[in-house]
C-alpha cells in the first residue's frame, strides 16, 4: 500500500535564539530562529521533495504559533502537534564560537515538548509513513519519554523503519550515566542510526568511529552513519565501513547540519524504496554524498530550518 508520509518524526519543535552580534549599546542580540532537531529533519526532507510530519508539543503561545506555522509553511504535515496552554514552549539560546561552533542554555523545565502524553500520539500517521523518525531529548522526562517508546513500537508493528539520532545535550541530562542508559535503550529497537564522533564513546564505549559503527550493527541497527565535523561522514552495513569525505565550506553557523544531513540521507533511503536491511555499501555511501552536500550549504547559512537546502542546488554542489 502507497504511504502517505516518507518520513513522520516524533520530539521537540522549540525556538532556537541564535546569537547575531550586538546592539549599539553592545547588548548581545539573539535571533528568532524556529529549530529542534526532529523538526529539522523534517523541513530538511521536505525542501527536497519529500512529504514529512510532525507529532510533539507545543505552548499555546507566541512561540508554538511561530513553530506550527513554520513547519506548515514548509509543507510538514502538523496534524500530529499538540498545543498545550499549561506548558510553555522550549526556547534553547545558543552562542555561537569563532568557527560556528555553538554552546547552548535550555529554558525546558518544564517545556512542552517534553509533555506529550502516550495518548496524544496519532497511531495512524505511522502506519502512514515509510520512515519513523525519533532523537533522545524526548526520553530525558516523562511523559515524553513513555511516549516515545509507545510510538518505536507502533512504528515497528505498523511497518515502518525506525531512524534514530541520539543528538545528546549533557545539560537536559541529570547525568551522563542516566543519559547513556535511556539513549542505549533504543538502539536495539531502530533499523537505521546516526550519531556524530562525539557521541561514540558515550553510546558504545568505542572512541574510534569505525569500531562504534561496527559495535552499533551488532545492537540493532542494519545501517550506521558516523558525521565526522568538517572530515565527512562514515556509514557501516553488513558488507563494511566506508569513509564519505566532506565538501569543503567556510562555516558561519553549525546549527541544524547534523540534521541537513540526517534528513538528506532519509530522503535518499525513501527515494530508493528500499529498507535499511537491504541496502548495499555502496548505496549507503551514495546517499552519505548527497548528505554531506546538503550538510555543506546548511552550515554556510545561519540558523536551522531557515538553513535547509533545496534539491537542485544539493544536487548541484554533490556533482
Not at 131 to 158: C, I, K, M, N, Y
Not at 189 to 206: F, I, P, W, Y
Not at 283 to 294: G, K, P, V
Request: charged share 25%; with cysteine; aromatic share 6%.
Amino acid at each position: 500500500m502507497e504511504k502517505r508520509f516518507d518520513v513522520t518524526a516524533l520530539g521537540e519543535a522549540l525556538i532556537d535564539f541564535t546569537e547575531c552580534g550586538r546592539s549599539p549599546a553592545g547588548a548581545r542580540l539573539f535571533e528568532q530562529n524556529p529549530g529542534g532537531a526532529p523538526a529539522n529533519v523534517l523541513c530538511a526532507v521536505s525542501r527536497l521533495g519529500g512529504r514529512a510530519a510532525f507529532i510533539g508539543k507545543v505552548g499555546e503561545d507566541m512561540h508554538g504559533g511561530f513553530l506550527r506555522d513554520t513547519l506548515a509553511g514548509e509543507g510538514v504535515d502538523v496534524s500530529g502537534m499538540v498545543s498545550d496552554g499549561g506548558v510553555f514552549t522550549t526556547l534553547a539560546f545558543v552562542a555561537l564560537g569563532r568557527s560556528g561552533e555553538r554552546s547552548f542554555s535550555f529554558a525546558r523545565r518544564p517545556g512542552a515538548d517534553t509533555c506529550l502524553r502516550p495518548d496524544e500520539v496519532p497511531e495512524a500517521l505511522l502506519g502512514e509513513s515509510r520512515v519513523f523518525h525519533v532523537g533522545s531529548l524526548s526520553l530525558t522526562d516523562e511523559p515524553a519519554r513513555s511516549a516515545t517508546l509507545r510510538a518505536v513500537e507502533a512504528a515497528r508493528r505498523l511497518g515502518a523503519a525506525v531512524s534514530y539520532d541520539p543528538n545528546y545535550r549533557a545539560s537536559l541530562w541529570p547525568d551522563a550515566e542516566s543519559a547513556r542508559a535511556q539513549m542505549r535503550s533504543l538502539i536495539p529497537r531502530c533499523d537505521v542510526m546516526k550519531l556524530s564522533d562525539e557521541e561514540t564513546v558515550l553510546l558504545t564505549g568505542e572512541g574510534d568511529p569505525v569500531r562504534a559503527a561496527e559495535s552499533l550493527l551488532r545492537a540493532g541497527p542494519a545501517c550506521v552513519a558516523v558525521t565526522l565535523g568538517g572530515e565527512g561522514a562514515l556509514v557501516a552495513t553488513r558488507q563494511g565501513v566506508r569513509a564519505v569525505p566532506a565538501f569543503p565550506v567556510e562555516a558561519v553557523d553549525t546549527t541544524g547540519a547534523g540534521d541537513a544531513f540526517w534528513g538528506a540521507f532519509l530522503y535518499r533511503l525513501t527515494r530508493s524504496g528500499k529498507r535499511p536491511e537491504a541496502l548495499s555499501l555502496d548505496e549507503a555511501a551514495d546517499f552519505a554524498r548527497f548528505a554531506n552536500a546538503a550538510a555543506s550549504l546548511c552550515v554556510g547559512r545561519r540558523g536551522g530550518i531557515p538553513a535547509m537546502p533545496g534539491l537542485k542546488e544539493v544536487e548541484q554542489a554533490a556533482n
